[in-house]
């Protein structure tokens, strides 16, 4: 073999859902458990779900969440901590997409244990008034930092476009409506909030499935038979009108940050593993069309890229594109180029094998350990889909034809209807967009 020639690539291996039992648990929690007992250890992980009101204004939920492990009981942060460590474990919370998430480890032998400090956690958090102000003032200070960041600005502008009058849309909230929430208020809010109704648990490690759900029912059966909430889920967005691309100006900016985004197929659709594997061969990995074009040819920026997330009542495909400034115009010139080409002419093969063996390679990867596994599976159940999905969308993806491929990138990848936003100095760049682009500026 020359030093040149590349080993084959060898048979295609498509991953498998690992076994779960799912467990049906007081309060309308699920839980979901995975024997895997690969090291003697046990990944948790809790999501509660947010509601819309609080996604609309999340300045208390994110108090919460970084004050959430400040004390429970007669244990203060410093205690709870240790108590923890001394299990072999580590937990963390914070507000994360559209819902509380908690997550963390312990040595498979403590696991009773932990559950019981998780519970003093659920039930009894105290929220003291000295950690509650240091924490939201280390927020307000994060919010101030990343408000400062055009590539935060650029994505809040967009979400206002893609989800109108829906909380999904919401900005970050402002440092003095952190600066203002009182343990009082998170205390109450706690009470409301943190209870078993629509919540996930996942435990995936060096357990047998029966006894870990009696643990669960044993040492959390305080939380869980508290009152669930009956607020109401989060409504589906309106479609978003995508009008002509919306110009922030932000003076003196040396690049332009370049937003654009529709709705994708939610991950039960029968479309999605086609989409998916548009998307990686569009811009979703390093060997996409976008990398060779924008980075690699035209040399306008160094990691343009298009991804797809999924939320609890929506999918959302995106483009991020930063660009020198003087380079605005003919970056989205070509940019719409490529959106053109892979809708009219499509993928060829090589692109969309290459395209599959990434996606499968990568969910194999996310598989192989235990918190691979549980925040797989938590995501999985928070946003609607059952465990079983895995191994379907792993099917899937092998399946999937090139025709298959091509048909959803007529959708996913169309430049018609596309919501697009930009952020840069409009002095130096928006003329000349506007010339090539329908856009306002704001």
């Known amino acids: 073999m020359s030093a040149t020639a590349r080993p084959d690539a060898g048979p295609l291996a498509v991953p498998t859902a690992p076994e779960t039992a799912l467990v ?251 989409a998916a594997l548009a998307n990686l061969a569009f811009g979703g990995m390093f060997s996409s069309r976008l990398v060779d074009s924008l980075r690699e040819r035209l040399g306008y920026t160094y990691s343009p890229r298009s991804s797809v997330s999924h939320a609890s009542v929506a999918s959302q495909f995106s483009i991020t594109l930063d660009v020198g400034t003087e380079v605005t115009a003919p970056a989205l010139v070509a940019l719409r180029h490529e959106l053109g080409r892979a809708v009219a002419l499509g993928f060829d093969e090589a692109e969309v094998e290459g395209a599959r063996r990434y996606a499968l390679g990568t969910l194999a990867f996310a598989l192989s350990t235990q918190a691979g596994v549980a925040s797989q599976l938590a995501s999985l159940l928070s946003t609607g889909s059952e465990p079983d999905h895995l191994s379907r969308h792993a099917a899937g993806l092998a399946a999937a034809t090139r025709e298959e491929v091509n048909r959803a990138a007529r959708t996913l990848l169309s430049p018609v209807g596309l919501t697009a936003v930009a952020l840069g100095d409009a002095s130096a760049a928006f003329d000349a967009l506007a010339a090539v682009e329908a856009a306002e500026l704001v």
């Open 24 to 274: 049906a648990l007081p309060g309308g929690a699920r839980g979901a458990i995975v024997a895997r007992p690969t090291v003697p250890m046990i990944q948790l992980r809790l999501r509660i779900p947010l509601p819309g009101a609080l996604l609309e204004r999340p300045a208390p939920a994110m108090v919460l969440g970084e004050s959430l492990l400040a004390g429970a009981g007669d244990k203060d942060r410093a205690t709870l901590a240790a108590a923890i460590e001394a299990l072999g474990g580590q937990l963390s919370a914070g507000v994360s997409d559209d819902g509380l998430a908690i997550g963390g480890s312990c040595l498979a032998e403590h696991l009773p244990a932990f559950l019981g400090l998780l519970c003093e956690i659920l039930v009894g958090a105290t929220y003291p008034d000295a950690a509650v102000v240091a924490d939201r003032h280390r927020l307000a200070e994060e919010i101030v930092l990343a408000q400062s960041q055009p590539d935060v600005l650029a994505d809040e502008a967009l979400r206002r476009q893609l989800y109108p009058r829906h909380p999904y849309g919401a900005p970050l909230p402002r440092p003095s409506a952190l600066r203002r929430v009182s343990a009082r208020a998170v205390r109450e809010l706690h009470r409301s909030l943190v209870s078993p109704g629509r919540a996930v648990l996942v435990l995936a490690g060096a357990v047998e499935t029966g006894s870990a759900e009696q643990m669960v029912l044993d040492q959390l059966g305080p939380w869980l038979s508290r009152p669930a909430p009956g607020g109401p889920p989060l409504p589906m967005p309106l479609p978003p009108h995508a009008g002509p691309l919306r110009f922030h100006d932000r003076p003196g900016a040396v690049q332009t940050n370049l937003r654009l985004a529709r709705r994708a197929p939610r991950r039960d659709s029968p479309e999605w593993p086609a």
